[in-house]
């Protein structure tokens, strides 16, 4: 049964960089269906993409993000990993590593979640 | 950027309503949209990709439709399990937008 977990500190100083990895199992990474992806929700707020990776290193990123996201993936260890730099008050969410399913002839969409993991950043 | 504008925010309704919750993007996805269930601290859920297609599991009472720029959820027949937020997500050309999210209460 495919699980994803997410892990990494759940406190983050203002102005350092938020550094998260998601595990998967029960699936490989090394797949040319799926994608691998960052999604984050502040409290009370909608969900926001963060950006997303293909196994073969090929990263998509939010515009609005782009300048302070960078995503890896570490196929020996069926991992992929997020960091965020220069973080505010307004980074604080709960971020959801998650994965995206490619059917013939269509773009990625997410199909399966992480269970999330709160991250506050505080000085 | 793709912007996704979902509609209502917040939805009143009883069991057994049939109910209807609107994404309009603010350029043509084609066929491109999800809907998500979410409940509260849960991760989000499957419930329909490529507009009108059922993840597997999911209840028929749940169907999409619309093209373009405009997309709907529909619940048939609410039903007790189904209060919880529902979010849609634009997904082409290697960019994802999601919409605001509509919270359905019990009225």
């Known amino acids: 049964q495919l699980q994803l977990q997410e892990s990494g500190p759940g406190l983050v100083k203002t102005s350092e960089t938020l550094s998260l990895t998601c595990t998967v199992s029960?699936?490989?990474?090394?797949?040319?269906?799926?994608?691998w992806g960052w999604v984050r929700q502040p409290p009370g707020k909608g969900l926001e993409w963060i950006g997303t990776?293909?196994?073969?290193?090929?990263?998509y990123y939010s515009p609005s993000l782009e300048s302070r996201v960078s995503i890896s993936v570490d196929t020996s260890k069926n991992q992929f990993s997020l960091t965020l730099s220069s973080v505010t008050a307004a980074d604080t969410a709960v971020y959801y590593c998650a994965r995206l399913r490619r059917q013939s002839n269509s773009w990625p969409h997410f199909d399966y979640w992480g269970q999330g993991t709160l991250v506050t950043v505080s000085s | 950027d793709i912007q996704m504008t979902q509609s209502p925010s917040t939805l009143s309704a009883s069991v057994g309503d049939r109910v209807t919750i609107t994404c309009r993007a603010s350029r043509s996805i084609s066929s491109w949209l999800a809907w998500y269930q979410q409940k509260p601290g849960k991760a989000p859920n499957l419930l329909i990709y490529?507009?009108?297609s059922l993840e597997s599991g999911v209840p028929s009472r749940f169907s999409g439709g619309g093209s373009g720029t405009e997309f709907t959820l529909t619940i048939s027949s609410l039903q007790p399990d189904d209060f919880a937020t529902y979010h849609c997500?634009?997904?082409?050309?290697?960019?994802?937008?999601f919409g605001q999210g509509t919270k359905v209460e019990i009225k």
């Open positions: 490529k507009t009108s």
């Open positions: 029960g699936d490989s990474i090394n797949s040319n269906v799926y994608f």
């Open positions: 990776i293909y196994y073969s290193g090929s990263t």
């Open positions: 997500l634009q997904y082409s050309s290697y960019s994802w937008t």
